[in-house]
Structure formats: C-alpha cells, structure tokens
C-alpha cells in the first residue's frame, strides 16, 4: 500500500484492517503490532503511537478492495478441461441451493459423503464443488470454477464488482434477507440515518462505532453517505451482542425476519439499508466466453431455473364452457372475465366431443374445455367466474414448468458478454 496521502475536499477515512484478500496474507510481528488489541479500524486521523503507515491507508488507496484492481493470480482456462460449478458447503443456503436445483431436474449427486466434489448426472462434464460461500466467489474470480450459487451479499462483499464476475439470475427464489444499519432501541431520537448523522454524539474524538462482518460494504456505504467519523470493526457472529456489551455503538449485518434484533433490543432505521440480498447464480466472464461448453451448460441451467421459478405458485385451472364455437366463449370471457380470466396470453379454448346416450351428438350443445394459468391466491375467484360464464367440471393442479421461447436472462447474458444471439439459436433445439 502506498503511503498516507489526503486530497483537499474529501473526507478521509483510515482503516487499520485491510480488505478480505489482505487479511489472508501471512502476519509478522511487526504486523501484528500494527493491529489495534480491539481488532477496530479507525476511520480518523492516525496517532504517531500508531502502527506503520503500510498498515493505514486511505479510502482512495485501497486497491485491495476495488475487485477490478486486486491482483489476483488466475488460473489459465488450458489449465483443465472439466467445466466446475461451486455452490455453498453448509447451512441453509447449502439446503436450498440442492432443494432448487434438484426441482429443476438437476438433482446433485454426491459419490462419497466425505468428498467435496459431486457432478449433475443430467449435465455431463461439469464438475460440483461444495465450497464456503466466500470461496465460491474467490475461486470464480481466481478462475478454479466457472460457475457458482451464492447470496448477492457475499458476492458483493467479496467479489467487490470484479469485472470478471457475471450475475446470469439474481433472483433464486431464496435466501432473502437484507442488509442494514441497527442501533439500540434505547435511542429513541434515532430513527432514520439522517438523525444518526446528525447526532451530536459522535464526533471526530469519539466517532460512531459500527460492528460488521461486511466490511467492504460498510466503508463503501458510510463513505457515499459522507460519514466520516465512523469506526469499523470486524466480527463473524453475534453482531447482535456487541451493543449490549459496549463493544460497538451499532451493527451493520443481514436482517430477514428482524426477529433476533428485537430479541437484542435493537431496530432497523430510515435509510439504512445497505443491499437486498437472495440466492444468485454468478460466473465468470472468461469462462463464458473462452471455456467449451460453458455457455451451453449456462443456458440449460437457466431455461431450468427460469421455467421452475415461473411456475411456482400458478396453477392451471380447467373447466368446460357451453358454446356455439370457440370464438363465441373466447369473447365471453375476455368481455366478462377480464384479466382474471386472461392467463398467460390468453385463455386456451378447445372442443369436447359430448355424445349423446344413443352414440350420437348431443342436441343440448356445444361444451368447450377452457384453459388457463392463475397464481394459486386467484383460484377461488376464478373458479366462481368461470361458473359465472357457464362454467362446471372446474379441475386445478399446480405447474411445474413454464417454458418461455427464450429466458429473458439469457438474452440479457448474451447482450452483457458483447455476443451474437443469432449465433446461438440451436440451444434452443439441441
């Protein structure tokens, strides 16, 4: 890190704790003198008792947390030929990322329970690799795999917006959770961010103290908000605690049902939430682009993904409809029906043969089968205008699959990586 340099205007910011990559680096002593004993990282003018300035920089001179800028040894893309996919080893993550992928028809099978490798049978030559979920995100940029399942928040933090890094669908249907700003329910004067940058409290001798796990996040947030005097300090778990033990003012941490913050007398404020964060599916630009066969895999997966993640909660309801033809019940419906009565594009309309009890066609009319999806909450509602348009017989049950001609993500993806769709038609068919 080059040395301690201000620039006229803008707030400095210091930090004692380098970015994820710099904290892997091997610790001397000289080093390790150089660490507050509170493990904090000061966001204010540096003592001359302080460490070595190699160990504070300012926001403006730290490559290490700019992913485009790390130096990052890569893997060259001739160095093996098997495509790898890394998805989270343990947790709740880890269960819905199988639940998933399993829906869709790519159930992962692992040979030995005490291996990290498995494979995809329905997607031959790509290897699964059971990785933590911050080393997925390092292995996609290092280029040990290709293609990796991770929460948007840990591909923030860690992959840092390396450019390398390609989000084909940002929105698995799981892990969603956010992450913000919690202070004690005991500062009643602050609800809002604005009122925690105004509180006269914090000051550039006694600044804010903010516990996070997200600490690349955290100064990006703080700085763009133009907080200044603000401490950062690191921990893995129990965020919640620090508060109540006087170890940090405030938290900056994931939040999904907010249950464990009320349980620790803390509560979320106006305009401090830092990120929404879900399951994502993420791959790197290079592989897409240089590896055989990744693209291809990439596209099956998300017309899997895509198809599965659209059916859920629609269910295809039926009934049968008197009619003189199918044009005639079309306008019924679209007339009396409206949207409700619309589904996907347009209800699908056919006939039924209705043969009298001689074997004969029944003189009481014609009946006409009619088709369309509905999100399970409309069931009801539907089921009840349907009989309003002479429906009966009404049969639901749930989808699977809704193929669209092509996922939208992948034509987004196409677009991103500078390709020709034309060029990839086929997958479509093969």
């Known amino acids: 890190v080059g040395p301690l340099h201000r620039n006229s205007g803008d707030a400095v910011l210091l930090l004692t704790q380098m970015s994820a990559i710099a904290r892997f680096a091997p610790l001397t002593a000289s080093s390790l003198g150089a660490r507050r004993a509170d493990g904090r990282t000061q966001f204010s003018r540096v003592s001359p008792r302080r460490a070595a300035p190699a160990r504070v920089v300012t926001v403006a001179s730290i490559p290490q947390q700019r992913g485009g800028e790390t130096k990052v040894v890569r893997q060259p893309i001739e160095s093996r030929d098997a495509i790898r996919m890394g998805i989270p080893s343990k947790g709740r993550m880890a269960e819905d990322t199988m639940d998933l992928l399993a829906d869709c028809q790519l159930k992962v099978r692992k040979i030995n329970p005490r291996q990290y490798a498995a494979e995809i049978p329905n997607v031959p030559g790509m290897e699964v690799w059971f990785q933590r979920a911050t080393d997925v995100v390092r292995k996609l940029i290092s280029g040990d795999v290709d293609i990796g399942i991770v929460g948007y928040d840990m591909l923030r933090e860690i992959g840092n917006e390396d450019p390398d890094l390609v989000v084909v669908h940002d929105a698995l249907g799981f892990g969603g959770c956010h992450l913000a700003v919690a202070v004690p329910n005991a500062w009643e004067d602050v609800n809002s961010l604005r009122d925690l940058m105004n509180d006269k409290r914090f000051t550039k001798e006694r600044p804010l103290r903010v516990v996070t796990a997200y600490m690349n996040l955290a100064e990006q947030f703080f700085r763009e908000q133009g907080m200044t005097h603000v401490v950062l300090s690191t921990a893995d778990g129990a965020l919640e605690a620090a508060p109540a033990m006087g170890a940090a003012d405030c938290i900056l941490d994931l939040v999904s049902s907010g249950t464990t913050l009320r349980e620790n007398n803390l509560k979320q404020i106006e305009g401090g939430r830092v990120l929404e964060s879900q399951g994502c599916l993420v791959a790197s630009r290079t592989a897409l682009l240089e590896r055989p066969g990744t693209l291809e895999i990439i596209h099956e997966m998300l017309e899997r993904l895509e198809a599965h993640l659209r059916a859920e909660g629609l269910f295809m309801v039926t009934a049968n409809v008197r009619g003189s033809s199918a044009e005639e019940v079309a306008t019924k419906l679209a007339t009396n029906g409206g949207q409700l009565l619309k589904g996907l594009q347009g209800p699908t309309i056919s006939s039924i043969y209705t043969p009298s009890t001689d074997g004969t066609a029944s003189k009481e009319g014609s009946f006409y089968a009619v088709s369309l999806a509905v ?48 060029d990839y038609e086929h997958l479509k068919i093969q």
């Open 375 to 422: 999100p399970k909450t409309r069931i009801y509602e539907t089921v009840k205008e349907l009989r309003k348009n002479g429906g009966s017989g009404v049969l639901t049950f749930p989808l699977t699959y809704v193929f669209d001609e092509e996922p939208p993500r992948w034509s987004a993806l196409i677009n991103n990586l500078g390709l020709d769709a034309k």
